[in-house]
């Protein structure tokens, strides 16, 4: 027997023995845990991890020491116990023990029918699972008879030129050796590694003696659980089947009954209603002692109940949730742990329409999921397309190659957005995030004809417009047709579940929103206040984007300033709407940022409208787009740079926040503005513009014969801002870090065109992660802390943020802590993420 000094090679499950999830694995522990329970736990022995490797590298533990657990004719299953419940493992040998000799016995016991099921199954999977013979050797047969028994035994004698193994022994030894080595094998070991395992990843097996399930009285088998796996709400579920094994109850619907009365059919609770009680006690008790939702896994033999496994039932993200808030509720686990059962991510699922996990998917193509939830609609190829449609109270999807400002009225209207550019911080993903559309981006593969007004999958079919589709923004899918779909859940548990996040986080949430109506969201998912106001979006509207252009193409100063003193009542009321509905929550206001050619128009059509609209030649008009036109816009005449050079910009847009304060300052609320200059990368240019600003705040208070204060910040997303935050902290009352930015600026890597690579440098291993998704902690991190030290040195008051796509993600948050930030903002879809993150980052450095 192999046996060492610091473990046993094989252990039975008693109350006592010496049971561990890192050396035998959850399953043996779970059982341990039953039997703990006195619940009626057929004898198990549980093999270790080191056994189960030694058994693949060729050295066979002692089987029939095994086998003595089991008395003089043995009759087991063995299943598989890895340490994750999620890791996988070989499939569940039943009836191993099963002979010619025993084949007699039980047709004397239990009748010629079930020793045949008996016999033929254990000859099936031994085939099929040790001996690796084709599974279509062995044709189905329902009832089976004592020839079809022969005729199995032949047919594995023919192929494998060996009789079928007599000895117990020799068959427990084979099964043991399969189990070990395809735990070994390739595919298991990419499975397990998909699903989050170590490479070293130990496997334990547990050798159960078997509960028939077959026989006289009642005799048979089934799976109870008392959660529904799709809301988490109470609800007793599963099957039972007479005359079974395994899980034979689930997998025919037919032969199965249901568990509680069902006008549609038997069920368990008439058939058996004692034993209907005993494992509604036992489920209770599972869960109050187990501290979690149990799927029990049972067989009546002859009468008797055995449960032979228990496994936490599988669930989808809002059944995670109502079943963590229930558990705490009771008083059965703790309110932290509760917390810690949800992943901050999974929250994306409850906030969204989705699609039912359950449903069939015919995947069309796969992308870069940017946007959580799912839409069904009409595909349309442009803005305007999609805005008729929504117009007329259709859904559609917006096709587009990749998105320009231009868009986000029609990405409003859509229900859905797909680009064939693009990664997780170019444009559509940015705008789809925020208004809280889903979003896939990245799908390069597919070829759109906007004049035929239709695109083309690799595999050559063509969807035109008009051809209804289901988006899965959150895996990153397009689906053929309409799906099914699942609403969204934020509902009590939901709000409760957020509720304790907020009694333990210790960083601040704000919300990255432009409109009312994102504001209004935020509003619902508690934010602390606006953290970025991108205020470039506001000109957007018809109205404004003429007055914008004019003011764009003025020659003379004074004609800017009079297409200014137009959009000046405009701002000031868009600033207005936001404090009134953030009720004196902090706001803070980032000053124009992007280059001015955006508001361009970008084709002949446009070019020609805006000549007419401005009463000029269309060569002039075209020459001044032409001389505007950068060859590398993001990193030219944009953010502050347009603050200095353009600066009547910038004045209009401080003007107008300071008169909407006094605004609400005379309907009784007292708001302190926070102005954040983009794009920051020298001292200077804080200086020169803090000092205007602070010129337009003196002359309105002069004219209005208001007091009001401001505080004046800075976005830190170039490498030089965070670099030199000493010198700019001393002008601030706070920085924020873009990281979209500060990505883009630190890889040299171009937001809107990663998208392209973004998957191979991921799978090649390049980069772990698309760092516009995930933080590069390594790189830009070190810039986010050098930023964060140097900027408080200088200035210890100040307020330090991160406001970029980054901010929504769990690990961001942890880093932001860590590095001593004092608030997140996201967009408003992912506050509830970044409010259960924020307390995760507490909990778990406890
Ligand atoms: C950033 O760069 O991180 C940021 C928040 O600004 P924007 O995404 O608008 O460029
Ligand atoms: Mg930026």
Avoid at 571 to 589: A, H, K, S, Y
């Amino acid at each position: 027997m192999l046996k060492n000094l610091t473990f046993k090679a094989f252990t039975e499950i008693t109350k006592t023995a010496t049971i561990t999830v890192d050396q035998h694995g959850g399953r043996a522990k779970c059982l341990q845990r039953l039997v703990r329970l006195d619940m009626p736990v057929p004898t198990t022995v549980a093999l270790s991890f080191d056994t189960v490797r030694q058994i693949a590298q060729g050295k066979m533990t002692d089987v029939d020491a095994i086998l003595d657990f089991f008395g003089e004719t043995p009759l087991v299953s063995v299943r598989p116990s890895a340490e994750g419940a999620d890791w996988g493992g070989p499939g569940a040998i039943l009836n191993i023990g099963m002979n010619e000799r025993r084949h007699a016995v039980m047709v004397q016991r239990r009748g010629e029918d079930a020793a045949n099921a008996i016999y033929l199954r254990f000859i099936h999977t031994y085939a099929v699972q040790v001996a690796h013979l084709d599974a279509d050797l062995f044709p189905a047969v329902r009832n089976p008879l004592r020839s079809d028994v022969a005729e199995a035994l032949r047919i594995y004698e023919l192929e494998t030129d060996e009789p079928f193994p007599e000895d117990p022994a020799e068959q427990l030894a084979g099964v043991l050796r399969s189990m070990a080595r395809a735990w070994e094998g390739t595919s298991a070991r990419l499975l397990r590694k998909a699903r989050g395992a170590p490479e070293n990843a130990g496997l334990g097996l547990v050798v159960q003696r078997m509960a028939l399930g077959v026989g006289a009285d009642e005799s048979g088998s089934g799976v109870m659980q008392f959660i529904n796996s799709t809301t988490g709400r109470a609800q007793i579920t599963g099957r039972y089947m007479s005359q079974s094994q395994g899980r034979d109850a689930l997998a025919d619907k037919h032969a199965a009954i249901f568990l509680t009365r069902d006008p549609r059919g038997h069920s368990l609770e008439e058939l058996a209603p004692g034993i209907f009680d005993q494992l509604v006690g036992l489920g209770e008790l599972a869960r109050a002692k187990l501290r979690e939702e149990m799927q029990i896994e049972f067989v009546i033999q002859e009468g008797e109940l055995c449960v032979i496994d228990a496994v936490r039932v599988a669930r989808t993200a809002r059944a995670n949730v109502e079943i963590a808030v229930g558990l705490a509720v009771d008083r059965i686990i703790t309110r932290e742990e509760a917390l810690l059962r949800v992943p901050p991510r999974s929250l994306n699922e409850l906030m969204h329409w989705q699609v039912n996990p359950e449903a069939v998917r015919d995947v069309l193509l796969s992308a870069i999921g940017a946007s959580p939830g799912a839409a069904v609609g009409k595909l349309v190829f442009s803005s305007t397309r999609a805005q008729a449609l929504a117009a007329q109270g259709e859904a559609c999807i917006l096709v587009k190659r990749e998105t320009s400002p231009d868009d986000v009225r029609g990405m409003h209207a859509a229900h859905g957005v797909l680009t064939a550019k693009g990664g997780m911080s170019s444009h559509a993903a940015v705008i789809a995030r925020g208004l809280g559309v889903p979003c896939v981006v990245g799908a390069g593969h597919i070829i759109i004809d906007r004049r035929a007004r239709a695109m083309r999958l690799p595999d050559g079919r063509l969807f035109e417009e008009g051809t209804v589709v289901t988006l899965d923004g959150s895996a990153g899918e397009v689906l053929a047709g309409e799906a099914e779909m699942l609403e969204p859940a934020l509902g009590e548990a939901f709000q409760t579940l957020l509720g304790w996040a907020d009694e333990i986080r210790d960083i601040g949430v704000r919300v990255n929103a432009d409109t009312p109506q994102d504001a209004r969201i935020a509003r619902t998912f508690k934010a602390e206040g606006i953290g970025l106001c991108r205020t470039e979006h506001m000109f957007f509207d018809d109205d404004r984007l003429t007055v914008m252009r004019e003011m764009i193409f003025a020659d003379a100063p004074e004609d800017r300033a009079d297409a200014l003193r137009q959009l000046l009542p405009m701002q000031r009321e868009d600033f207005t709407r936001l404090f009134e509905i953030m009720e004196g929550l902090p706001v803070c206001i980032r000053l124009f940022d992007p280059p001015l050619h955006e508001f361009l128009p970008a084709d002949r059509q446009g070019v020609v409208d805006l000549a007419n609209a401005l009463g000029r030649p269309v060569s002039d008009v075209q020459a001044r787009i032409d001389s505007m036109t950068e060859f590398n816009p993001m990193l030219g005449l944009r953010g502050v740079r347009l603050g200095i050079t353009v600066p009547e910009i910038y004045e209009m847009q401080a003007q107008a926040i300071f008169e909407a304060v006094i605004a609400l300052a005379e309907a009784g609320t007292e708001v302190v503005p926070e102005i954040m200059l983009p794009l920051v990368s020298a001292q200077r240019e804080v200086e020169i513009l803090q000092s205007r600003i602070e010129q337009v705040a003196a002359k309105v208070r002069a004219e209005r014969g208001a007091i009001f204060n401001y505080k004046l910040g800075v976005m830190v997303e170039t490498p030089r801002a965070a670099l030199k935050a000493h010198a700019i902290a001393e002008l601030c009352s706070f920085m924020s870090f873009g990281t979209n930015d500060l990505t883009q600026m630190t890889y040299g890597l171009s937001r809107d065109d990663a998208g392209r690579f973004m998957q191979t440098y991921v799978q090649q291993g390049v980069f772990k992660e698309d760092p516009f998704h995930y933080l590069d902690k390594e790189g830009v991190g070190e810039l986010l802390q050098i930023g964060a030290q140097r900027g408080r040195k200088a200035n210890p008051r100040i307020v330090l943020s991160i406001c970029g796509e980054h901010g929504g993600t769990a690990d961001s948050i942890a880093f932001a802590r860590d590095a001593g930030f004092n608030y997140v903002s996201c967009s408003p879809f992912r506050v509830p993420v970044a409010r259960l993150a924020g307390a995760h980052a507490v909990l778990t450095r406890r």
